[in-house]
Every structure is written in structure tokens, then in C-alpha cells.
């Protein structure tokens, strides 16, 4: 039986990205509740964002790279199957959460978001868009709520998905298409913005305005598009590929992507708005190339704890608000209210850490295993997250 694919050192990557994104929402939380900051108020909501754009690019890049793997081997994209993997991967998380906490708030105490948002959350049009996988246009909508918000970046990369194995069997241009997205996002973004702030020209009022900038900067199929080119980059047999992956292999390229990422995470506004997370993103994926391609493996990405957290980092990255809201609803019925000083503030954040891993963990151990075993029979190619499964 052939051995299973296997690239080392991305769940370390996921785990930093969904930790990241956790620890930045509680901090933003924070704010709202005049807690002790254990993070610089100014950068805690980009944070997390720009966290969450590491997974548009990994996830554009591990769907490609197994898409060219399978077409390799097989000389076509079997669809169907992709959409079904995919489907047994995202569905079954993404509605547990969404209908979970549709109901739960109304009828669970703990789960009572009402202290989180001002909106009602039964409202009939934000329960279709969300069913329908659209979660990013309630956003942009203003329709959607507290602990499904985070669902936005889930729709977008499953519309993601349902065009892009269509464009990897039937297109014989596939790098031109994937860079031609990756020029055209930006673009409209700035378009957009120039008729939200009517600098230029104004096309549409200003709510609709508002939402077409909203939508245009949450879609992030660009950055998926340069996860894309990374995973071509890594498959090419093209002389030029082989010398770029070899300039990559040197141990001073991830310090160097590390060191531009930060600067550009510490200093919003150094790029415009429009362009800066694509620039971002370009960074995410030299180090992910790198983490590729490196004969060894790096150990901060690739041991146990996060070879685990990388297991868990869907859960943790659908469920953190949900711990976020436990927590403040359990506190209030305790009546602890005083987190102004740092041990108090660190309690609190180590109580909604441990509280969302532990629900990812059950999450994934007991409920979304059951899917992912349905999902190896779908599997052209054969690939795994999990280091002990590569032999």
C-alpha cells in the first residue's frame, strides 16, 4: 500500500495561526470589559485577522498541491469526491457550531450571548445565508451575531472549493488563472474603496457601498490563489522552481519572512489597505515552502503538542468564542467581575484557552473522527495530518 501524504511541520503552522486567533479575540474581549490587556490594544484585532488569513493560504495550498498529486497519478480531478471530502472535512463542524448555538443561546444559560451582541440572532435571513454556506455575506450584511461570526472564513473557503477543481482538470492555464486572481482581488478592493469614500466616483449608496467593500475584503480568494502558486512552485520540475526551492532551503529565508511579517503585523497602514494582506501572504507562503522543502524537520512545528493542536486547530478556531462566552456567563453567575489586574487577567485567559482546546478535543475525537473515516473512502490521492499515520 502506498504511504500517505504527508508534509511536515503544517499542523505546527495551523496550531500557531488558531492560538493566535484565539488569544486576539479574547484580548479584543477584553477591551469591551475594561479587563487588564495582557496584549497592546492597538494590534489585537489585527492580529487575529491576519492569523486567520495564515489558513486561506495553507488551505489553498494543501488543496492544490493534493489536486496536482491526484491528476499526476491518475491523469484527471475526480470532483464529485473532492466535494464530498470536503464536505465530510467542513459541514459537520460548521453546523454542529451554527445550529448550536442558534439554539443554545435561547434556551442554555451559559451559552446566553445577549451581554456580546445588541442584534437578535433568529432572524430568518441570516439563518438561510448561513445555511447556504454564505456566513461571509451576513457579515457584510450586518446579519450575523456572536460565536458564528467566526464562521465567515469557512464559507469562503468552500466557495473556494466549489470552482477551483473545476479550473485545476479543465484549464490548461491554471498558474495564469490563479495569478490573475491574485491581481484582480486588490484591485476591486481599491476600487471599492474609492467609491465607499466617494474620493473618485460613488456608483452605489453608502450602505450598499459599505457592503460590497465589506464583502470584497473578506473574500479572500487571492490569498487562496497564492497558496495555489506556492504548491506549484513546490510540484514543478521547471529549472526555475528547482532554483527558487534551493534559495529557499537557506536557514536565513523563514527569518527573514518572519521578520518582514512582523513588521508589517506592528506597523498597520505601512502597505495600503488594499494590497497589505496579499503582501502578508506572499511571506506566509515562502515559510511554508520553506517548512516543505527543509530536510529537517523544524521541532517548534513538528513534536507532539502541536502535531495535536495542529489536529485540533478547526475546533479551536470554531469554538473559541463559544469558551469566550462560557466563561464570561460562569464568571457573572459567580458574580466575578474584577479582572483589572494581571494575575486575574491571566486566569481568565488560560480558563477560556483550556476550555475551547478541550471542547476542540472532544470535538474531534469523538465526533468529527467519525467523519474523517467517511472521508478516506472518497480519497484519490491518500494524505494525513497525522505524523504517525506517514508510514
Not at 96 to 107: H, I, K, W
Not at 196 to 221: A, C, H, M, P, V
Not at 275 to 286: G, L, P, R
Amino acid at each position: 500500500m502506498e504511504k500517505p501524504i504527508y508534509l511536515k511541520g503544517l499542523n505546527g503552522i495551523r496550531a500557531i495561526a488558531a492560538i493566535i486567533v484565539m488569544i486576539g479575540h479574547i484580548e479584543i474581549h477584553k477591551r469591551s470589559e475594561n479587563f487588564f490587556k495582557l496584549v497592546n490594544l492597538d494590534y489585537t484585532g489585527l492580529f487575529a485577522r491576519y492569523a486567520v488569513d495564515i489558513f486561506f493560504v495553507l488551505s489553498g495550498f494543501l488543496i492544490t498541491f493534493l489536486l496536482i498529486n491526484e491528476k499526476e497519478k491518475t491523469g484527471t480531478i475526480h470532483i464529485k469526491n473532492f466535494l464530498i471530502r470536503r464536505a465530510l472535512r467542513i459541514w459537520p463542524l460548521y453546523y454542529l457550531v451554527f445550529l448550536g448555538v442558534l439554539l443554545g443561546a435561547n434556551f442554555i444559560p451559559l451559552l446566553d450571548i445577549s451581554q456580546f451582541t445588541t442584534k437578535g440572532i433568529n432572524t430568518w435571513q441570516s439563518t438561510i445565508l448561513y445555511l447556504l454556506l454564505l456566513p461571509q455575506v451576513a457579515f457584510a450584511l450586518n446579519l450575523s451575531f456572536y460565536c458564528v461570526d467566526i464562521l465567515w472564513s469557512i464559507g469562503v473557503e468552500e466557495q473556494f472549493y466549489l470552482f477551483w477543481p473545476f479550473f485545476m482538470k479543465y484549464s490548461k492555464r491554471i498558474l495564469f488563472v490563479s495569478l490573475t486572481i491574485i491581481a484582480v482581488f486588490p484591485i476591486l478592493r481599491l476600487l471599492s474603496d474609492f467609491n465607499l469614500t466617494g474620493k473618485y466616483f460613488r456608483l452605489f449608496d453608502e450602505s450598499t457601498s459599505g457592503f460590497i467593500s465589506i464583502f470584497l475584503y473578506q473574500s479572500k480568494f487571492d490569498l487562496m490563489a497564492i497558496g495555489a502558486v506556492t504548491a506549484f512552485i513546490l510540484t514543478s520540475k521547471s529549472r526555475w522552481s528547482l532554483l527558487f526551492l534551493e534559495k529557499i532551503k537557506l536557514p536565513i529565508v523563514p527569518y527573514l519572512a518572519l521578520a518582514m511579517i512582523i513588521l508589517l503585523w506592528m506597523h498597520y497602514g505601512l502597505l495600503p489597505v488594499f494590497m497589505q494582506m496579499d503582501v502578508q501572504a506572499v511571506f506566509y507562503a515562502i515559510i511554508i515552502l520553506f517548512v516543505c522543502v527543509t530536510p529537517k524537520p523544524i521541532r517548534l512545528l513538528e513534536n507532539r503538542v502541536m502535531n495535536l493542536l495542529g489536529k485540533l486547530s478547526f475546533g479551536i478556531y470554531v469554538f473559541h468564542e463559544i469558551g469566550i462566552v462560557i466563561v464570561s456567563n460562569t464568571c457573572n453567575y459567580l458574580e466575578i467581575h474584577s479582572f483589572r489586574s494581571l494575575p486575574a487577567s491571566i486566569a481568565y485567559t488560560l480558563s477560556v484557552a483550556t476550555l475551547t482546546i478541550g471542547m476542540a478535543a472532544l470535538s474531534y475525537f469523538f465526533y468529527e473522527r467519525r467523519f474523517l473515516q467517511k472521508k478516506k473512502q472518497f480519497m484519490v490521492v491518500r494524505s494525513t495530518n497525522d505524523s504517525a499515520d506517514r508510514d
